[in-house]
Each structure stands twice: as C-alpha cells, then as structure tokens.
C-alpha cells in the first residue's frame, strides 16, 4: 500500500517528561486512522511532529515521502488543530481563499470547498462570530481547500454537543468515502470506532494497540465468561468458544442455575488497555 505517512521509533521528551516513546504509525493512502489515548497519552506530541511542529529528537516521520518540518512537504498536509482564533474583521470566504492562495492554489479553489462543507451561505459573515460547529467546518474548509494528500485533524469534536458531533462524524465519514487520507486524535472511543479504518491506542506514550476498530485489544474481545451458580458458589469459566463449553458442562452437571455469558465491550477493553479497567 502507498504509505502517506511513516513514523517510526520516534520518542520525545519535554524536559524530563517522556511524552512520546518508540511510537511506529503508518497511515495508508485512502485510509482513515484514529490516535486513541487518555489525557497526556502523547497525541498531540505525535500529530506535532507529524505536521512538523516539532523537531525529532528520536526516530523518523515522512510525510509524501518528504520531511514535514519542510514547506514543500507542509504543503502536502491539511491541519486542523484543537482552537483557532480567528482574526476578528476576516470574513469566512476570505479566510478559505487566503488559504488557498497560501497553499499556491487558485482563489477559485475555495468556491467548491464552502459548499462541499455548507458554507457558502456563511462565506459573507464575520469567522470570529460564528457558532463553534460553524468555525469548525470552517477551519475544515481551510485545511482541505489545498487537497492535501493528509488530512490531520486534532480532537475535531472536543467540546461539541452531540448533534454537532454526529454531524461533523458524517462529514468526515464522506471525505474518508471519498478517498481523503485522515489521521484524527480522538479522547472519545465512539469517535474511533465511528470514523475510523484503523486505531492506535497510545497510553503513557507507548502503543498499546493498534487495528481495526473491532479488533482492538486482539484476542481478548473473543474471549466470554461463563457463570452459573454452583453448588458452592458463583463459578465462573474465561472461554472463546462458550456454546461448546456450556454444552460440556451441562453434560457433566445437569443443569446450570443462573446460567450468564458475558463479553467484554470495545469500552471495557479500551479502558484495560490504558490502565484504568475495573
Ligand atoms: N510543551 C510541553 N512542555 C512540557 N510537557 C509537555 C508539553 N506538552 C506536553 N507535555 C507533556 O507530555 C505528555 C504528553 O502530552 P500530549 O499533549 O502529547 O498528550 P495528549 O495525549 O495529546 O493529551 P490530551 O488528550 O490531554 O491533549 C504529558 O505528560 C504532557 O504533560
């Protein structure tokens, strides 16, 4: 597969702070991958130093193939960081036409964006005072106008109320359709599982998983538990295949009073995975 980005080994400290620690992260061409990890996990500091925020101090990150800290590989890249504030006499349409023209595009570029993302409307109104789901679309339009060949997307719904969350989902969910190569860091388990082809659980700066959304956590989401109530007390069996072992036991026992099969949800899994399961 055509890798849009390759990181690898990277680690970073801040002072003292390991915030980053031998992370390996490929994003596929067309491919839609979440970075999933509590508060501190190293998010930000991996998407920093893949938009070239950050200098390395440890590792590699290619972006197209190219040095993101480079203006000719930043070009190659949409960003849409956590907040932005917006200047307060710039105008929507303003703001995606100077994008565009800063990304050596034609200003004719941000007509088509504004209405892919419903902005045209807006394009006259002042960008400091529109509503929080309006200046994110906005921020969108901006990032894409230049077609990047990457799309970055920090906590994109940090803060917004359900519907505007779900609404903006679809719109990312379109744009990943449509061939659009994501990397979205997400607090929200939902939002992986919603958005993304692929997620990398990061805690304490290590990956702790990586796959597919429903795979995460491997094996251990196959596995049920099996209890009933036994002669001396709640039993309880760890299983990947129940039906087999509730039919063995049957056999032997009769019958099983209080009979429950339980298997862990995505959520339970995840917060094992970052440490802070029951
Ligand atoms: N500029 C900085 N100076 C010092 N320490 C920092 C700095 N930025 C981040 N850190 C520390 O590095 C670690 C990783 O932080 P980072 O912001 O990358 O995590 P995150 O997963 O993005 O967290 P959040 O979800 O809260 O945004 C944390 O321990 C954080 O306190």
Same mark, same amino acid.
């Given at each position: 597969?055509?890798? @849009?980005?390759?990181?690898?080994?990277?680690?970073?400290?801040?002072?003292? =702070?390991?915030?980053?620690?031998?992370?390996?992260?490929?994003?596929?061409?067309?491919?839609?991958?979440?970075?999933?990890?509590?508060?501190?996990?190293?998010? *930000?500091?991996?998407?920093?130093?893949?938009?070239?925020?950050?200098?390395?101090?440890?590792?590699?990150?290619?972006?197209?193939?190219? #040095?993101?800290?480079?203006? =000719?590989?930043?070009?190659?890249?949409?960003?849409?960081?956590?907040?932005?504030?917006?200047?307060?006499?710039?105008?929507?349409?303003?703001?995606?036409?100077?994008?565009?023209?800063?990304?050596? /595009? /034609?200003?004719?570029?941000?007509?088509?964006?504004?209405?892919?993302?419903?902005?045209?409307?807006?394009?006259?109104?002042? +960008?400091?005072?529109?509503?929080?789901?309006? /200046?994110?679309?906005?921020?969108?339009?901006?990032?894409?106008?230049? /077609?990047?060949?990457?799309?970055?997307?920090?906590?994109?719904?940090?803060?917004? #109320?359900?519907?505007?969350?779900?609404?903006?989902?679809?719109?990312?969910?379109?744009?990943? #359709?449509?061939?659009?190569?994501?990397?979205?860091? $997400?607090?929200?388990?939902?939002?992986?599982?919603?958005?993304?082809?692929?997620?990398?659980?990061?805690?304490?700066?290590?990956?702790? +998983?990586?796959?597919?959304?429903?795979?995460?956590?491997?094996?251990?989401?196959? $596995?049920?538990?099996?209890?009933?109530?036994? *002669? *001396?007390? $709640?039993?309880?069996?760890? =299983?990947? =295949?129940?039906?087999?072992?509730?039919?063995?036991?049957?056999?032997?026992?009769?019958?099983?009073?209080?009979? *429950?099969?339980?298997?862990?949800?995505?959520?339970? $899994?995840?917060?094992?995975? @970052?440490?802070?399961?029951?």
């Amino acid at each position: 597969m055509d890798r @849009i980005l390759r990181a690898h080994g990277l680690g970073h400290s801040y002072g003292r =702070t390991r915030a980053l620690d031998g992370v390996d992260l490929e994003v596929g061409r067309g491919e839609c991958v979440a970075l999933l990890g509590p508060n501190g996990a190293g998010k *930000t500091t991996l998407v920093n130093l893949v938009i070239g925020l950050l200098r390395v101090q440890q590792g590699r990150v290619l972006v197209a193939g190219g #040095d993101p800290r480079q203006a =000719t590989t930043r070009r190659h890249l949409g960003v849409m960081q956590q907040s932005m504030d917006f200047p307060p006499t710039l105008k929507v349409a303003e703001l995606v036409t100077g994008a565009a023209v800063r990304g050596g /595009k /034609k200003r004719s570029a941000a007509g088509p964006v504004l209405a892919q993302l419903d902005l045209t409307e807006l394009s006259g109104r002042r +960008a400091a005072r529109l509503s929080g789901g309006q /200046k994110q679309r906005l921020q969108l339009a901006m990032a894409l106008v230049n /077609k990047p060949d990457l799309l970055v997307l920090d906590e994109p719904t940090a803060g917004f #109320d359900p519907e505007v969350r779900r609404q903006f989902w679809q719109l990312i969910r379109a744009l990943a #359709d449509g061939g659009t190569t994501i990397l979205l860091t $997400t607090h929200y388990l939902d939002e992986a599982e919603a958005l993304a082809d692929r997620v990398t659980v990061l805690s304490g700066g290590t990956v702790v +998983a990586q796959g597919p959304p429903a795979t995460l956590g491997g094996r251990r989401r196959g $596995t049920a538990m099996v209890r009933w109530s036994g *002669t *001396t007390g $709640t039993e309880e069996r760890e =299983t990947d =295949t129940p039906a087999r072992l509730i039919g063995e036991l049957f056999a032997i026992e009769g019958e099983l009073p209080g009979l *429950t099969v339980t298997r862990p949800s995505l959520e339970d $899994t995840y917060l094992e995975l @970052i440490g802070q399961g029951a």
